[in-house]
């Protein structure tokens, strides 16, 4: 399986690639909203969302990471660049999300690497992210080393509850050793895992077989 990385840095791209990440909000609707919306967006919220990011864009505020396979976008991660001088070393993550099917492979943390590869292009040092206490989300962010730096009682809320929140962050350079385990083989699932494996075994013992039939 092919993934592609790419950076959308202008509106222009925005125009291209908005309908799939419109799809992908609206699809993240299933994650109990944790990316800010608990139903589909209206046609003005839509509007207003593009509207507002490829101003990001357009002002170099921002970035964002798309990944794709031969059926389509299937992740993004949204990276706002601070503006200001003095905070110029920090940049901040959102909207993360990863279609379904590609969940639970090595993308995440490969996604996790091209953000911190941008980050040093930019020399950006820290990154900051804010999630719902106790979700997968936080969870995941966790296990690759984010630390909470601020607690919010009442952080979002969605299905008539309000949910807490932890602020986070990390420096990029440990981002980097934590998602280190080398640029992963991304697989499409659980089968196309065992094939590569059984493939691997194949060889192996072939090889055996060969190395004991001549030497
Ligand atoms: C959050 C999200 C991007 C994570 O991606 P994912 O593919 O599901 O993540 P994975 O299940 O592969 O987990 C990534 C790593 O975290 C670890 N992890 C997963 N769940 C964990 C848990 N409950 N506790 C500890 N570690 C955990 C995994 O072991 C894996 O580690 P590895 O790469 O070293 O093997 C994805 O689930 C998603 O898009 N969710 C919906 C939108 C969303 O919640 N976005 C976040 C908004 S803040």
């Known amino acids: 399986m092919n993934m592609t990385y790419d950076w959308i840095g202008s509106p222009s791209d925005m125009k291209r690639d908005g309908a799939a990440i419109l799809e992908m909000l609206d699809a993240s609707v299933r994650d ?4 800010g919306y608990s139903t589909r967006l209206s046609r003005e919220e839509a509007d207003a969302f593009l509207a507002f990011w490829e101003w990001q864009l357009q002002n170099k505020a921002a970035s964002i990471l798309l990944a794709r396979d031969e059926a389509g976008v299937c992740a993004m991660t949204f990276m706002r660049i601070n503006q200001n001088r003095n905070y110029m070393h920090i940049a901040d993550l959102s909207k993360g999300y990863i279609t379904p ?3 639970g492979t090595a993308l995440l943390s490969n996604l996790l690497l091209k953000i911190c590869e941008k980050a040093k292009t930019l020399n950006i040092e820290l990154l900051t992210l804010d999630t719902r206490e ?3 989300a936080f969870k995941v962010w966790t296990h690759f080393g984010f630390k909470s730096h601020g607690v919010l009682q009442d952080y979002s809320r969605s299905g008539g509850r309000s949910h807490v929140g932890h602020f986070m962050n990390q420096r ?7 998602c280190q385990k080398g640029e992963k083989l991304v697989l499409q699932n659980k089968s196309d895992f065992r094939a590569k494996l059984e493939n691997t075994l194949h060889q192996e013992i072939a090889k055996n077989i060969l190395y004991s039939l001549f030497s």
């Open 172 to 178: 990029v350079e440990d981002l980097g050793k934590n």
């Open 134 to 136: 106790n979700s997968r």
């Open 101 to 103: 099917r590609m969940r």
């Open 32 to 35: 109990d909203g944790m990316l």
